[in-house]
């Protein structure tokens, strides 16, 4: 590290023949698997090392997507990507990836010490996920990705693979269209000749492994610690890839975490109180025909979990995120109770077995699992998933368990080629959540696997390309003055981080209103004006009481360019004709009677990737990109071996 001079200030100046972004389970295996190819020269920077998604977030067994392993299930390479695809709009090189290195990062995670369930003869179980026909999902229990951070973590420290913490990326520098380094805001730099703690990476190659849009939305499952980096990739050039796909689904709001699975199959009651946590009722049997519709559909929730309009028609398990819904807009409060069995199926305090569906009734039977009230049986199955509230202060025995619809990963993300590199930005990767590799649908745990088959997939380009980095240019040292002429001009004022949440917060809310499960163009067109001209003004409005509010700040800078690109992605879906998919229900004429209305639900858009750029004057631009098909690979082994040997 050196120093270097800009616009005035002396800030530090770190080199680097790769940069890493992002402490998660993607960051940490992009650094470990570029060192072990002999990119020794790597740094990973993070805004806060314990901050992420992959370790402060899970559901009652979070499932990771793998070939199968065991018995005589048939599998291969094609059928798994096959089956990340059969959603639509995912591209077939992406899923060709991530379905050949899957058991090479399984393999990886197990050998440092993931505690993936073996059987007696060595065999790794599997299991049914959503939206997969055959039994590829496992899991550590309700942890998984926070074991797989940890142990990633490990390998890293011990190749001394330096972290740079509490680095906050404002800039993503570039020159003729690729990526040259990084700026970064860190408190612990800021000095009299450096007030901001400004701080410059020269980098061969950029790494982002920072996550999903976490904070754009109020109604949100990511942890409060991460904060969103996507605006920065946007503003420096990237495209983005089917930022229309999301996933939302029930999830505790106190302590944030999904509640799928188990957490659904042993039956709870669903029940409203007014803001005092009073005049408690049942409310989830007004959205069904019958007590057996209801109950069955509270029992798909467990392996139906994210919301999907193809459910919301009678009977559908995704009415009972609609009935949620609507019992919030009346000004309720919904809570999820293990202490008692819903009134439909309670008798005294029993379980009417008779009143299951045989799917449950079955389910339950084989987990020894039939038993008097949904805390015995969740207990019986699944210990874990209350242990781990317990940890936050939530006793499942004694209390309710505060819900709503939220949103909980990004299908979508910035658009990139197989080997993660994206698509308009030279020498800049996106791996993990950030990338957009995924369609309207995919496997429950596909993520976790990506976060190991992409962040290993760019390693191996990047040390093929053995770029080095270069000094910073003249035209990179004018971008780095007019960012330091941006926060200069940003001091002076009166505007304290409290009022930055509070204005974060109103953004959040905006988001969750109009473009989260339920989209209505109506309310997005005006959303989109009022985010664009928040931009517009961003400078003027953000006048700060000290520089100590600058990081805050910035994000909130983060979160309006994100939401500016999303916005004017739905919008332009919308305008091309797009209508109800995935993990969402277009609204056309206000919010009405969402139980009754019958979903038009889109199919012409599967065949495509919806792309989008942002402009330099703030516009959004989209265009739909066919699928690339699922390639025929060379499968003879003598040419294959030779081409490898060439080029390693």
Not at 433 to 439: D, K, L, S, V
Not at 626 to 644: G, H, I, K, M, T
Request: proline fraction near 3%.
């Amino acid at each position: 590290m050196n120093y270097i001079s800009v616009g005035g200030w002396k800030i530090p100046h770190f080199t680097t023949s790769a940069a890493v972004v992002g402490t998660g389970a993607a960051g940490y295996n992009a650094a470990d698997s570029l060192y072990s190819l002999g990119v020794t020269d790597v740094l990973i920077i993070t805004e806060g090392r314990m901050m992420g998604t992959s370790r402060n977030t899970g559901s009652d067994k979070q499932t990771y997507y793998k070939l199968n392993l065991s018995g005589g299930v048939k599998d291969s390479v094609y059928d798994m990507a096959k089956a990340l695809m059969r959603g639509g709009s995912m591209h077939g090189d992406i899923a060709l990836t991530d379905a050949a290195l899957s058991a090479r990062g399984f393999f990886k995670l197990v050998g440092l010490g993931v505690p993936f369930p073996m059987n007696e003869y060595g065999e790794y179980v599997g299991y049914k996920t959503d939206h997969d026909e055959t039994t590829r999902a496992t899991s550590c229990g309700p942890l998984t990705s926070k074991y797989m951070t940890e142990a990633l973590e490990r390998t890293v420290f011990a190749k001394g693979i330096p972290v740079y913490d509490r680095h906050r990326v404002i800039r993503i520098l570039t020159e003729n269209g690729e990526a040259k380094g990084l700026l970064t805001l860190c408190p612990l730099e800021a000095n009299g000749e450096n007030p901001m703690g400004l701080c410059l990476f020269s980098a061969g190659a950029v790494v982002y492994a920072v996550g999903g849009p976490s904070a754009i939305y109020a109604d949100t499952v990511y942890p409060p610690s991460q904060t969103c980096s996507m605006g920065a990739a946007f503003a420096a050039g990237a495209l983005g890839a089917n930022l229309t796909e999301s996933q939302y689904g029930l999830a505790s709001v106190d302590f944030r975490w999904n509640l799928s699975g188990t957490y659904q199959q042993v039956l709870p009651r669903y029940i409203s109180t007014d803001e005092n946590g009073e005049d408690e009722r049942e409310f989830l049997r007004e959205a069904f025909e019958s007590d057996e519709e209801m109950l069955h559909a509270i029992f798909s929730k467990g392996y139906e979990w994210p919301f999907d309009p193809k459910k919301t028609v009678a009977g559908g398990s995704s009415r009972v995120d609609l009935a949620v819904f609507r019992e919030k807009q009346r000004g309720r409060r919904v809570f999820l109770d293990y202490r008692r069995n819903p009134s439909a199926v309670d008798d005294n305090g029993a379980l009417r077995v008779e009143k299951l569906s045989e799917k449950a009734r079955e389910y339950l039977t084989n987990s020894n699992a039939l038993l008097p009230t949904p805390i015995e049986r969740l207990e019986k199955m699944n210990r874990p998933a209350i242990d781990l509230y317990a940890s936050h202060g939530i006793d499942l025995y004694t209390e309710r368990l505060e819900i709503a619809v939220c949103a909980q990963h990004c299908n979508g993300g910035l658009a990139v080629k197989n080997t993660r590199e994206s698509v308009s930005l030279e020498n800049f990767y996106a791996v993990g959540e950030c990338a957009g590799t995924f369609g309207v649908y995919r496997p429950g745990g596909s993520a976790l696997n990506s976060t190991q088959t992409g962040s290993l997939f760019a390693a191996i380009a990047i040390a093929k390309k053995k770029k080095a980095f270069a000094l910073p240019s003249e035209a990179v040292l004018s971008d780095i003055t007019d960012e330091i002429k941006i926060l200069c001009g940003m001091t002076g004022g009166d505007l304290s981080r409290n009022e930055i949440l509070s204005r974060r917060e109103e953004m959040g809310k905006r988001m969750s209103a109009c473009a989260a499960f339920l989209r209505n163009e109506d309310k997005l067109r005006l959303a989109f004006d009022e985010c664009r001209e928040e931009l517009l003004r961003f400078e003027k409005d953000y006048r700060l009481r000290d520089a100590s509010c600058m990081t805050d700040a910035m994000i909130n800078r983060d979160i309006l360019q994100t939401q500016l690109v999303y916005f004017g992605a739905i919008l332009d879906y919308i305008a091309d004709g797009g209508k109800s998919r995935g993990s969402y229900l277009l609204v056309r004429d206000g919010d009405g009677d969402l139980l009754s209305a019958v979903p038009e639900i889109d199919t012409a858009h599967a065949a495509f990737v919806q792309n989008t750029a942002l402009g330099h004057d703030l516009t959004v631009k989209s265009f739909f990109e066919p699928v690339r098909a699922l390639p025929e690979s060379d499968q003879w082994f003598e040419n294959v071996w030779n081409r490898f040997r060439k080029e390693n």
